[in-house]
T-cell receptor
Framework: DAKTTQPPSMDCAEGRAANLPCNHS???????VYWYRQIHSQGPQYIIH???NNETNEMASLIITEDRKSSTLILPHATLRDTAVYYC?????????????FGQGTTLQVKP | GAVVSQHPSWVICKSGTSVKIECRSL??????MFWYRQFPKQSLMLMAT?????????EQGVEKDKFLINHASLTLSTLTVTSAHPEDSSFYIC??????????????FGSGTRLTVV
């Protein structure tokens, strides 16, 4: 699975949009981009995933560049409860037993 | 949605004893489960892949005789830390994949177990 690069930390003001970038320049054509987050001392929580097209759900939006070498997770209106470590992971969705390998992630601090 | 229950949420044990951690898929059958370890201020590190009815596959550097994994049924995997030492103190997290794919393509995580060896 391709490697991802994320900034170690970011701050965001409460109520504003949080934009978390991820570089995955070695991504292959059949690999998906997944985003998870981990709130302190809890298990990771799924946020969103995508292949080529931009995706949106009730939690966030995922913007994937046309060359697929990078993506951005957008939390449209960040709240204090969104403070967490956000992980961008690239893997084959079709793999039935494929494992998720976590990088260092981005620690997002939402401030009042 | 898919739910994974992990028990206990925290445990304190004496050095040299063994500790068992359970991971259960509550509303789906999981042929594959994953065990992770996380030290303070670090990312999750995959320890092993637990396969129902067969031996677990361990990641490089993980001692299989120290971290015993049993996946005897489609809803339960256990991780036993044998002869625990203080350096084994960590946050252990399991994950199970719902083969039905669900909206998140199956990866659901337990809430983790905080192990402290004294």
């Amino acid at each position: 699975d391709a490697k991802t690069t994320q900034p170690p930390s970011m701050d965001c003001a409460e109520g504003r949009a949080a934009n978390l970038p991820c570089n995955h320049s070695t991504i292959s054509g059949n690999e998906y981009v997944y985003w998870y987050r981990q709130i302190h001392s809890q298990g990771p929580q799924y946020i969103i995933h995508g292949l080529k097209n931009n995706e949106t759900n009730e939690m966030a939006s995922l913007i994937i560049t046309e060359d697929r070498k990078s993506s951005t997770l957008i939390l449209p209106h960040a709240t204090l409860r969104d403070t967490a470590v956000y992980y961008c992971i690239v893997r084959l969705s079709s793999s039935n037993t494929g494992k998720l390998i976590f990088g260092q992630g981005t620690t997002l601090q939402v401030k009042p | 949605g898919a739910v994974v229950s992990q028990h206990p949420s925290w445990v304190i044990c004496k050095s040299g004893t063994s500790v068992k951690i359970e991971c259960r898929s509550l509303d789906f059958q999981a042929t594959t489960m994953f065990w992770y370890r996380q030290f303070p201020k670090q990312s999750l590190m995959l320890m092993a892949t637990s396969n129902e009815g067969s031996k677990a596959t361990y990641e490089q550097g993980v001692e299989k005789d120290k971290f015993l994994i049993n996946h005897a049924s489609l809803t339960l995997s256990t991780l036993t830390v044998t002869s625990a030492h203080p350096e084994d103190s960590s946050f252990y997290i399991c994950s199970a994949r719902d083969p039905r794919g669900r909206g998140n393509y199956g990866y659901t995580f337990g809430s983790g177990t905080r192990l402290t060896v004294v």
